[in-house]
């Protein structure tokens, strides 16, 4: 079963507002997170990743936070643009017998003007 | 940058039919090759993952008879969708990792109507 989870199905903000879509993950064993964006009948387009060995990585607009202590992963989206408005999905490489990305339910993110 | 291909993008077929999706690195060489499926509204589920030149390992509770994997070279991936069903539509895609840098591609999807 997935071992992946997101407290928030649905986001919804303001054009230029900050945005934050949470993740909580279940397999200490995970080294490598990634965070993917989805737009509607297309494949994932990667964001952003991060190692376990790291608490934060930086991208453009784009900030990834792990917290290993509670297992936990949140994606920041800063001055979020309609352009942003799409499924975001935290995956986790599974290491376990094979090494394989498992992904989260998804959140919804809506950007309006 | 790497990009990974699917053939086709959309197909509609009629139930007991079989349908082959392809998935093809274009500018690398991909050892590893999975492929999901996904529900409208959910996630990716992972169904197998394909190592070229050997058997694929499928997930708990997906059929291998019913879904044909192939891998037979560094740059493609087949997967075959047998005596398709209805409950088969589904949105298929595929990634790959390349085997120099362990970077993963995802291909745009392939989006397979049963009816």
């Known amino acids: 079963g997935e071992s992946v989870g997101l407290h928030l199905p649905t986001l919804s903000v303001q054009e230029g507002d900050n945005s934050i879509i949470n993740c909580a993950y279940s397999n200490s064993a995970s080294d490598y997170f990634i965070w993917y964006k989805q737009e509607s009948g297309k494949g994932p387009q990667f964001i952003i990743d991060?190692?376990?060995?790291?608490d934060k990585r930086q991208g453009q607009r784009v900030t990834v936070l792990l917290n290993k202590t509670v297992k936990h992963l949140s994606l920041q989206i800063a001055a979020t643009q309609p352009g942003d408005s799409a499924v975001y999905f935290c995956?986790?490489?599974?290491?376990?017998?094979?090494?394989?990305?498992?992904f989260g339910k998804g959140t919804k993110l809506t950007v309006n003007p | 940058g790497a990009v990974v291909s699917q053939h086709p993008s959309r197909v509609i077929c009629k139930s007991g039919t079989s349908v082959k999706i392809e998935c093809r690195s274009l500018d690398f060489q991909a050892t590893t090759m999975f492929w999901y499926r996904q529900f409208p509204k959910k996630s990716l589920m992972l169904m197998a993952t394909s190592n070229e030149g050997s058997k694929a390992t499928y997930e708990q509770g997906v059929e291998k008879d019913k879904f044909l994997i192939n891998h037979a070279s560094l740059t493609l991936s087949t997967l075959t969708v047998t005596s398709a069903h209805p409950e088969d539509s589904s949105f298929y895609i595929c990634?790959?990792?390349?085997?120099?840098?362990?970077?993963?591609?995802f291909g745009e999807g392939s989006r397979l109507t049963v009816l």
């Open positions: 991060i190692r376990s060995n790291m």
């Open positions: 995956a986790e490489n599974w290491k376990g017998g094979s090494e394989k990305l498992v």
């Open positions: 990634s790959a990792r390349a085997g120099n840098t362990g970077e993963l591609f």
